[in-house]
């Protein structure tokens, strides 16, 4: 006894190992956030962007840098040699009547030496270069910020789409187990009925074909389950083993109208992403019109150092204050093309604005008519299975009774599939354009 409780435990010990994680949509979404690689790159593209923005803040402190420098040299830097005559005049007493002396004389100087300075420069007029260089660099950050929005709307989206691929998949297959289950029952009705002689043969053989058929079906949709729920566990950080889900869609499941959903896309365009960018990329065209100004106005700064050099065996230190204007003189020539094409681009950033803010009207209209589409097609569907499914009652009543061929029990059986197959594609098809209109118009 004890040993058959051994081996029990280890089944179940296997059977729980070997069991898939079963995730609701919101688990998804959150582990999606968490650990896609899209969400993690834009995370460190924000953090990047923060950066560029502190660094640019460090051009209003001064510039401060100190150097040094030592050398020594195989000869002297100066050499002299003085070889000549001297004529003096006549000195009364001493040489009255004045000479010729000769001197022959070398000398040589600065064979090592040391040099170093300390410099700060303070910049106190930059053509507006370091004001708008942080506004430049603020703009990056908010539009870093933008961009992961957007990453975090795409992956919900791609999460949405894989997990009601994967919902109607497993729907699907639910429906095949039923027919097979249904053709399972048929056959021994016909199998009795050929072996009474009531029936003809081929009745069995159109029977076990469309099992075949359902059969087969039934692996391909194993198939495309295992497929998908791979992905999309790689997609949600959950490594490459197949998941399990929780949703599961049968005909009894409604939705809300989307009435409640709707909102005027005049009054929903400020608050979408791709509005903001669309401002931002002005904003950006604007400062760098003004950077382009200021790289052709004069630059001051001052500044303040302390020097030192021992060249000549005699140390020497000395500390000065200075101020520096720069005039960019030749550069006024490609300057005022510069200028001219960077007011020429604060137009195209102001026309993308126009124009794209309309297309992104047009964008939210056409999710707004896609997922009415879709809740009319719910409804459609729903109609088609009440439809079938009194459809197939009836054929089987007629069968038994012999009023009609097999085929036409047959094809009852195949509309009874297609009427729950487009239910089920109907309504995951709905989840995802709800979340594609909602995310159009600036929602989650």
Request: proline share 3%; net charge negative; glycine share 6%.
């Amino acid at each position: 006894m004890k040993r058959y409780i051994m081996i029990l435990l280890s089944l179940l010990i296997v059977m729980t190992a070997g069991a898939e994680d079963v995730l609701t949509l919101d688990q998804c979404k959150e582990l999606a956030l968490q650990n896609n690689v899209a969400i993690r790159n834009a995370s460190l593209q924000s953090g990047i962007a923060k950066a560029m923005r502190q660094e640019a803040f460090t051009k209003y402190f001064p510039n401060v840098s100190a150097t040094g420098a030592a050398f020594t040299t195989n000869n002297s830097v100066v050499k002299y040699k003085f070889d000549d005559n001297i004529q003096l005049p006549a000195i009364p007493d001493i040489l009255p009547e004045g000479g010729a002396f000769p001197i022959n004389l070398d000398f040589s100087l600065i064979k090592k030496g040391v040099m170093a300075d300390v410099n700060l420069v303070q910049p106190v007029f930059m053509g507006g270069l370091i004001v708008n260089g942080n506004k430049l660099a603020e703009i990056g950050e908010v539009v870093a910020e933008l961009q992961s929005r957007q990453s975090e709307d795409q992956v919900i989206l791609t999460v949405e789409q894989y997990y009601w691929q994967l919902a109607s998949l497993k729907s699907k297959r639910k429906t095949v187990d039923d027919l097979i289950a249904m053709l399972d029952t048929l056959e021994r009705q016909v199998t009795v009925a050929v072996n009474a002689g009531v029936t003809l043969r081929n009745d069995l053989l159109e029977v076990q074909l469309r099992r075949n058929e359902m059969l087969t079906g039934r692996v391909e949709l194993d198939n495309g389950i295992t497929i998908v729920s791979t992905i999309l566990a790689q997609y949600i950080g959950k490594g490459i083993e197949p998941i399990g889900i929780s949703a599961d869609i049968t005909p009894a499941m409604t939705v809300n109208k989307p009435d409640t959903l709707f909102v005027l896309p005049s009054d929903a365009l400020y608050s979408t992403t791709d509005y903001g960018l669309l401002q931002q990329n002005v904003e950006a065209s604007k400062i760098q019109e003004k950077m382009s100004l200021g790289a052709n106005l004069p630059k001051v700064a001052v500044g303040a150092g302390y020097f030192y050099h021992n060249i000549i065996d005699q140390g020497h230190g000395f500390g000065a204050i200075y101020a520096t204007v720069s005039i960019p003189i030749s550069d006024w020539w490609g300057g005022s093309h510069s200028m001219r094409q960077s007011k020429l681009k604060v137009e195209m950033a102001r026309n993308d604005l126009s124009n794209y803010s309309e297309l992104l009207q047009v964008k939210m209209s056409n999710a707004w008519n896609a997922l009415n589409t879709s809740y009319e097609k719910i409804g459609i569907a729903r109609q088609s299975i009440e439809q079938a499914n009194e459809n197939l009652k009836l054929n089987e009543n007629y069968y038994r009774a012999g009023t009609i061929a097999i085929t036409d029990l047959l094809k009852a059986q195949t509309l009874f599939q297609q009427s729950h197959n487009q239910f089920v594609d109907a309504y995951g098809d709905y989840q995802i354009k709800t979340i594609e209109y909602l995310q159009s118009t600036g929602r989650k």
